[in-house]
């Protein structure tokens, strides 16, 4: 039979409300009364409720993190990072997967909320001024994570996805590259949106014809749409919008029997581990995506403990890792 606050309060001969006051480290109990109960929590094995003290007191230890893609190997390394900066803080961490649905977002920050959690970290799949104003309405710390919005009254913390994917197709374009394909992310998901705007903006001030296709953050889309624009042309280069993209369409280039880069260059977003791994090496756009966990965390316990005012949008440097592709 599990033991209740009640029974720690019989056993030790106190009020209830003693007993919960002991739990919650009041400085008004008693050194004596104290002993007591504490005893009578080790001799019963009572275990204290997390979830009705976070009620009580209206503060939590848990900081909540919702991932848009955990299978994508990208946003592990952040997790990482705002798990073990976290464990360092005292704080533990309740992560949430939404498969890019804002509806399953919309639903786990509501949960998250419910029960108290200290703030959340956001990797959000869509991030508009509705969404912002839906998440002031909770009133509890927020940290949006490799995503930036300006004029949010939210801390950020991500790189600049507009300048590194300029940068990458600038460097397509100066290599002689006249014929560039893009494979685009999701269209309602913001990096994708600045990743694709960067490369139309660079395509159209040196008046090249575009070539964009947009699909999903998988390795999957990135096959079929390159095997999609074989079909009906041959590039000579492509700027992938993430890794996994980048991957997929070198699997679909060389299965028509095509070179990288003889033929066809390759440039992905985001370094995952195996962007070292593929054969020809995969050059990308490094991001460092476990400092953007360590980050966004130190910005979250300062705003939980209200140590901060002003919203802070934090850019970290992202470097172009050129390889074999």
């Known amino acids: 039979m599990k033991v209740t606050i009640m029974d720690v309060a019989n056993h030790a001969n106190v009020s209830k409300a003693t007993v919960s006051r002991v739990i919650n480290h009041n400085p008004k109990v008693a050194n004596e009364i104290r002993k007591r109960v504490l005893q009578s929590i080790k001799e019963l094995g009572y275990r204290p409720n997390a979830f009705a003290r976070n009620l009580a007191n209206n503060s939590s230890n848990v900081i909540g993190l919702i991932l848009p893609d955990i299978t994508n190997p990208y946003f592990p390394v952040i997790a990482r990072g705002i798990e073990d ?109 600045m990743r694709r705007q960067a490369y139309s903006d660079a395509i159209q001030e040196h008046n090249l014809e575009p070539c964009i296709r947009v699909g999903e953050f998988s390795y999957e889309s990135g096959y079929q749409l390159m095997t999609s624009i074989l079909k009906e042309s041959t590039p000579t280069a492509v700027f992938a919008a993430n890794d996994l993209m980048a991957l997929g369409a070198m699997n679909a280039i060389q299965e028509q029997n095509l070179k990288i880069p003889q033929d066809i260059s390759v440039i992905g977003c985001d370094d995952i581990l195996f962007a070292q791994m593929s054969t020809p090496k995969l050059s990308t756009i490094s991001v460092p995506a476990y400092q953007i966990g360590v980050k966004a965390v130190g910005m979250l316990v300062e705003r939980i403990k209200g140590k901060k005012s002003a919203a802070e949008n934090l850019l970290l440097e992202h470097e172009f890792i050129q390889r074999e592709s």
């Open 85 to 193: 900066a976290a464990h360092q803080e005292g704080f533990s961490l309740f992560i949430s997967n939404t498969d890019n649905s804002p509806d399953i977002e919309q639903e786990y920050i509501q949960k998250m909320a419910g029960q108290q959690v200290g703030g959340i970290i956001l990797i959000s799949s869509i991030l508009d001024e509705e969404k912002v104003n839906e998440l002031c309405e909770l009133k509890i710390p927020f940290v949006l994570c490799d995503r930036f919005l300006a004029d949010t009254p939210f801390d950020t913390v991500s790189i600049d996805h507009y300048t590194a994917s300029y940068e990458a197709v600038l460097h397509l374009i100066g290599n002689g590259h006249r014929k560039i394909c893009h494979l685009s992310g999701p269209s309602l998901v913001q990096s994708a949106e």
